[in-house]
C-alpha cells in the first residue's frame, strides 16, 4: 500500500500544478527462496496542473531501484460508481488488446459498455485492456463523466466493473461481488502476456516495460 503526499504548490500562467510524491513502503512477497522478504517499491512521484477550463494535466515520474523485477504495469487506478458505465474510446479495437496482441487489431472509434469489457474466462482475471489509445470518455447514461486524453504518446486504457483485487479473489465468476464500482486504468502501458505455446511461456523481453530505467508518463483529464 502506498499513500500521495503532497509536497508543494507552484503557481503559473493558467495553472495550479501540484508536486505530489508516494509514501515509502514495503511489500511483501511470496518467493519461497526469501519467504517473508521486503520487496522494494520504487521511487515514484507525480505532478499535477489544473487549469481554468477545468482539466487536470497529470505525469507520473519513475526512478529505477534494484531488484524490483519486472514491472506488470505503470499507470493510475480510477474508481467511479456503477453508474458511469458507457466507455468510448479512440485506440486500437474493438476487442482486447496487449503489447503483444495487437497485430489484427484497427484504429478507430470504439464503444461499449464497461461490463463487456470483462472476458468470459473460467477463473476470473484481468481483461478488457485497449492499446494506443488517443482519448477515452467514461460516462453515464446521459453523457455525463470525464473524458481521458492522452499527452505526448499513446496509452493504456481498460474500464472493467471489478477492482484487480477482487478478480485475484475469485476462483469462479459467480465468486465475484456485486457491482458497484467501475474501475478505470490508464497506463503508459503493460508487459505483454506471453504464452505463445498457449499456456507457460514467458513475455518476450520486447514486450517488457524497462523498470531498469527512467519512466516518465502524462496525460490529462476533464469533466464532459
Known amino acids: ?42 521511487g515514484r512521484r507525480g505532478a499535477g496542473e489544473v487549469f481554468g477550463d477545468g482539466r487536470v494535466r497529470t505525469t507520473l515520474f519513475y526512478d529505477p531501484v534494484k531488484e524490483l523485477g519486472d514491472m506488470p504495469e505503470f499507470g493510475v487506478i480510477f474508481k467511479f460508481n456503477a453508474d458511469y458505465d458507457h466507455v468510448q474510446w479512440y485506440g486500437l479495437g474493438e476487442a482486447e488488446t496487449y503489447a ?34 488517443r482519448w477515452a470518455s467514461i460516462t453515464d447514461r446521459k453523457g455525463r463523466g470525464i473524458r481521458f486524453e492522452m499527452d505526448k504518446e499513446p496509452m493504456m486504457f481498460s474500464a472493467l466493473p471489478y477492482t484487480p483485487h477482487e478478480m485475484e479473489n475469485a476462483m469462479h465468476p459467480y465468486e465475484l461481488p456485486q457491482i458497484h464500482y467501475t ?34 508518463f502524462s496525460f490529462s483529464f476533464k469533466g464532459i
Open 183 to 216: 474501475v478505470i486504468r490508464v497506463a503508459k502501458g503493460q508487459m505483454g502476456i506471453g504464452g505463445d505455446d498457449s499456456w507457460g511461456a514467458y513475455t518476450h523481453p520486447e514486450y517488457l516495460l524497462n523498470a531498469d530505467g527512467k519512466m516518465e
Open 100 to 133: 503483444d496482441r495487437k497485430k489484427g487489431a484497427k484504429l478507430g472509434i470504439y464503444q461499449n459498455l464497461v461490463e463487456d469489457n470483462m472476458a468470459k474466462y473460467m477463473v476470473p482475471q484481468e481483461c478488457g485492456a485497449k492499446e494506443e489509445v
Open 1 to 42: 500500500m502506498c499513500s500521495l503526499l503532497c509536497q508543494r504548490v507552484e503557481r503559473g500562467s493558467g495553472a495550479v500544478r501540484v508536486v505530489f510524491g508516494v509514501e515509502k513502503s514495503k511489500r511483501k512477497t511470496n518467493r519461497p527462496r526469501r519467504e517473508g522478504a521486503e520487496r522494494p517499491m520504487g
